[in-house]
């Protein structure tokens, strides 16, 4: 199989096979938790839940003083991490393309330079974690095979993107092929580690805080 088949293959076939791994993946971690259910609150409501939950959304989704104060490179690093993956998965013109192919829809692309900056930005911002990781006792006697995997299948699809806009290395056939087959593996292993919290955060913030202002607890 030369680079031009199994570009086909990993477009075709491949693709097909993980897009269905990670739909039914999702539905079923999903599904799972709203079967866990939820037991009865028989005390008397002291307050609602909405305003309470939105409200603890917001406020999980910023670090809180202690977290920073503590670990100050970490928190910044890691919201640089998520940004950047963000501007490179969303924003970039042919992945904005791609999305227009399957869904219909389309958004303003930012400039290539910016991009292509914002990419290189996220892969150090991860090398960077998890050299702080395997420096620090702690986090790393914590770490297990799932944390670094998950950092694995996450660097993949940007460094091979990178690579493969540039022409760096290899034929821009193989290379193009890599990537898909990066964006692959996040896909399969998506559903199935921690990368999951993607779908799960906000709903788990916006529970524990609407529970809170129901019992009249601030969260």
């Known amino acids: ?18 897009v269905v791994i990670f739909v039914l993946g999702v539905i079923f971690r999903l599904f799972g938790i709203l079967m866990l259910g939820k037991k009865p609150d028989l005390a008397e409501p ?4 909405w305003g309470p939950g939105l409200r603890t959304v917001l406020s999980r989704s910023l670090p809180d003083r202690g977290t920073f104060r503590r670990e100050p490179v970490t928190v910044v690093a890691g919201y640089v991490f998520h940004i950047g993956f ?3 998965l ?14 219909g829809l389309r958004w303003p692309a930012l400039p290539t330079p910016l ?3 914002s990419a290189v930005i996220t892969l150090l911002a991860l ?6 990781r ?16 998950v950092w694995g299948v996450t660097l993949l699809p940007v460094l091979t993107g990178y690579l493969a806009y540039h022409h760096l290395r290899l034929p821009y056939h193989a290379l193009l092929a890599l990537h898909i087959l990066a964006v692959e593996l996040l896909l399969v292993a998506f559903p199935f580690t921690h990368l999951m919290h993607t779908f799960t ?6 529970y524990n805080g609407a529970a809170s202002g129901r019992r009249g607890v601030v969260s």
């Open 1 to 18: 199989m030369n680079s031009v088949d199994f570009l086909q293959w990993v477009r075709g076939p491949a693709f097909d096979a993980a």
């Open 90 to 103: 969303f924003l970039s013109a042919p992945h904005i393309e791609l999305f227009h192919a399957w869904f």
């Open 201 to 206: 955060l906000f709903v788990a913030r916006w």
């Open 46 to 49: 002291r307050g609602g839940e």
């Open 134 to 149: 395997l420096a620090n006792p702690v986090r790393r006697f914590l770490s297990g095979f799932e944390d670094y995997f």
């Open 127 to 132: 090398v960077f974690l998890l050299a702080y």
């Open 115 to 117: 991009v292509d900056a």
């Open 86 to 88: 963000f501007i490179t």
